[in-house]
């Protein structure tokens, strides 16, 4: 099982993106849920992270800018990414995390979506 995220695409600095990822409530509508990304040559690294019950964090890189929520009813986690910087341009995930810092996950990767922010 994978989740599948999308939404990505090319933004100017300062800009803003929304990126969702949908899943099958049956099978984690329990879970946590988070986002991850990773840039060429670098590990996938933890950007957000939400509970069933609604609680966040953050990786300090993007708090302040980025947004997790969830939508129970529609099986959707979404990441509000705002004034976003070069230094986001990354593909990004969905998956479950086991930990509160995103160590490790539940499932495998999927494609991830592609988010470039360059003038």
């Known amino acids: 099982v994978q989740l599948q995220a999308c939404g990505g695409g090319l933004v100017q600095p300062g800009g803003y993106l929304r990126l969702s990822c949908s899943y099958s409530?049956?099978?984690?509508?329990?879970?946590?849920l988070g986002w991850f990304r990773q840039t060429p040559g670098k590990p996938r690294e933890f950007v957000a992270r939400?509970?069933?019950?609604?609680?966040?964090n953050y990786a300090d890189s993007v708090k302040g800018r980025f947004t997790i929520s969830r939508d129970n009813a529609k099986n959707t986690v979404s990441l509000q990414m705002n004034s976003l910087k070069p230094e986001d341009t990354a593909v990004y995930y969905c998956?479950?995390?086991?930990?509160?810092?995103?160590?490790?996950?539940?499932?495998?990767w999927g494609q991830g979506t592609l988010v470039t922010v360059s003038s």
């Open positions: 939400i509970t069933n019950g609604g609680t966040t």
């Open positions: 998956n479950v995390p086991l930990d509160e810092a995103g160590r490790f996950v539940r499932l495998l």
């Open positions: 409530g049956s099978i984690f509508g329990r879970s946590d």
